[in-house]
Structures are given as C-alpha cells and as structure tokens.
C-alpha cells in the first residue's frame, strides 16, 4: 500500500534548516515514529505532494522553500496586547509571560494558537504570532515505516487513533 488520501502513514524523518548539512530542528525515530492521517490537512500541503505514493521501506529527501512551509514572516503577525488578558485573579504569572517564552492563546473564533512573548511593557505585551519556522527553508529526510487504510473512525475524526494516535 502507498501513502496517499486518507491512509495513516508512520514515517521517520530528520528535519533540518536549509539541506542536508543544516542545523537539525526536529527528529522522528524509530523510538517515536510520526502517525498520521494523510489527506486531512492538517499537513503542509508540499510535505504531503513529495511523499504521495511512496511505499513502506522507500526513503525520501526534500527541500521547502519558506513559501512552500510556513511563509515569510509577517509585520502583521506582531501584535500589542492589553496586558489585562493575561492576568488570572489580577496577577500575571511572570514563568508563563516572559520574554521569548511561547504562550498558548485563542483567536477570536476560539482557534487554539501561539504566540512568542517580544516585550512586556507597563500596559501591553507584544506578541509574535507567526510560526515559529516562517521564513525558514527546510530540508526533509526519512523513510516510511508502514501505510493502512484508516478507519472511519479515524476519517470522521480527523486524526489517527490508538497506537502513537490519540487516545479518547
């Protein structure tokens, strides 16, 4: 069977900056393989496009251009907020809001985001909301460990369940 639409595939992969000879950012090993449900999109779309069809046993390598990942970084993505929204009972835990500290939000239509603290100031804290690999070239290696057929479970979920899955 080969990854494609709305198979769960279990891959391995190193991701680096840039090629081959680049600063590693991220692994997925044998020990802790990457399961997931291809075809959701929940992926990068040119992640997907350069593993599409491949079959247990293959390997891959591949270059994203920062366009074709997270996109450049944004002016727009930085942003002031009033330093109210993140007080609890009128304090702000200063371990959590820090500077360079990333801090779990919501957008305004309750979307789960991050955000990496820049400044604290007097009344606001400035924000960076753009992701964390924006504007950053990235390099992909691995191999590809097992593809199935997903269940509908896991199609009418979204996501892979059980094994290296989530669990409810």
């Given amino acids: 069977m080969k990854v494609g639409k709305n198979k769960v595939v279990t891959l391995t992969y190193v991701l680096r900056y840039d090629d081959e000879k680049g600063e590693i950012v991220q692994e997925a090993d044998e020990n802790k393989p990457f399961v997931h449900l291809f075809g959701a999109g929940t992926l990068l779309p040119a992640f997907e496009e350069n593993l599409a069809d491949l079959a247990p046993g293959e390997t891959f ?44 939000m919501q957008d305004e239509n309750g979307r789960p985001l991050d955000g990496k603290v820049l400044a604290i100031k007097d009344k606001s804290v400035i924000m960076d909301f753009n992701h964390p690999l924006a504007g950053k070239n990235l390099y992909f290696t691995g191999q590809i460990k097992e593809v199935r057929e997903a269940t509908e479970e896991e199609l009418s979920h979204g996501h892979v369940h059980g094994h290296d899955g989530v669990e409810h």
């Fill in 61 to 104: 390598a591949f270059h994203l251009s920062a366009d074709e990942a997270y996109g450049e970084t944004s002016d727009k993505a930085i942003i002031e907020l009033d330093k109210s929204i993140f007080e609890i009972d009128g304090q702000i835990d200063e371990e959590i809001v820090a500077i360079g500290k990333m801090v779990a």
